[in-house]
């Protein structure tokens, strides 16, 4: 069984940054690939980027292309997505998930974390 948590949101102003972790179940990296994934009010949840650390595989939706990084802490166990340029159309839940399989849709993801709440005030 695979154990996600997020943590890092909270409110910052557009053109500010944040970042978000998501700790992991211990060798869920080396066996799963990893994603970040959004949820606005009254939106579907929409992918933002994803990951399979064995392959050094990386791949981002258009609309944060050049302005989010993900990657993977081993040192403490984490996948973390840094957001530069933040926007008021990223507020939004921020969930990782873990999968076996890497997607860029949410429905095939296995397993999922809590989320955790991005605010950009414009």
């Not at 392959?55 to 292309?65: C, F, G, I, K, L």
């Not at 989010?68 to 957001?83: G, H, K």
Request: charged residues 20%.
């Amino acid at each position: 069984q695979v154990q996600l948590a997020e943590s890092g949101g909270g409110l910052v102003q557009a053109g500010g940054s944040l970042r978000l972790s998501c700790a992991a179940s211990e060798h869920t990296f080396e066996n799963y690939a990893m994603g970040w994934f959004r949820q606005a009010p009254g939106k579907e949840r929409e992918f933002v980027a994803a990951l399979r650390w064995s392959v050094r595989y990386r791949v981002y939706a258009d609309s944060v292309e050049g302005r989010f990084t993900v990657s993977i802490d081993i040192a403490r166990n984490t996948m973390d997505l840094q957001m530069n340029s933040l926007k008021p159309e990223d507020t939004a839940v921020y969930y990782c998930a873990a999968s076996p399989m890497l997607y860029r849709t949410s429905g095939p993801w296995h397993y999922w974390g809590l989320g955790t709440q991005v605010t950009v005030s414009s």
